[in-house]
């Protein structure tokens, strides 16, 4: 009976298991949250896109190497971006081949409000685990995202 509770509390521990449970809760709450308040166009698809855009802007090229994603992949996600009226794309005074990317106003201000949400969340995730188990937390996800950029460009087995 023992070994069967100890094989219960070993899958709560599994990593791959935890992210998943973690992204759809998190997916669950920004869809609940975020997307659809009063922008029903609006994805959890495009959050990091949009936030990534920030208020200063951005190249598309930039943007697809800060996402991981193709320019392509990242085109695709500016253009629905663009129907939601919250992207602007224009010409870039530097290189004519490529486009930089701008909150346009309402952009903006549902940028200031993800954030707003965002901080708020983070503020409540400090008190369950306390600021210094965040932060490692923060800290250690950061680790493992470069872990797992430089293992899918070096192609090599772990």
């Not at 521990?13 to 973690?22: A, D, E, F, N, P």
């Not at 400090?126 to 493992?144: F, R, S, W």
Request: charged share 30%.
């Amino acid at each position: 009976m023992a070994e069967d509770c100890n094989a219960i509390e070993d899958s709560k521990r599994i990593t791959c298991k935890l992210v998943y449970l973690l992204k759809r809760s998190i997916d669950d709450w920004s869809m609940k949250k975020l997307c659809r308040l009063d922008n029903p166009d609006f994805n959890n698809a495009h959050i990091p896109f949009f936030m990534s855009i920030g208020t200063i802007g951005i190249t598309n090229n930039a943007l697809a190497a800060k996402m991981g994603v193709s320019k392509q992949a990242a085109s695709k996600i500016v253009k629905e971006l663009e129907a939601t009226n919250m992207v602007r794309s224009e010409k870039c005074p530097d290189d004519a081949r490529a486009s930089m990317l701008y909150l346009t106003p309402q952009g903006e201000k549902f940028y200031l409000h993800l954030k707003k949400q965002v901080d708020n969340l983070e503020n409540e995730y400090k008190k369950v685990v306390g600021v210094k188990n965040y932060e490692a937390a923060i800290d250690v996800m950061l680790k493992l995202v470069k872990f797992h950029e430089d293992y899918n460009c070096a192609g090599e087995p772990v």
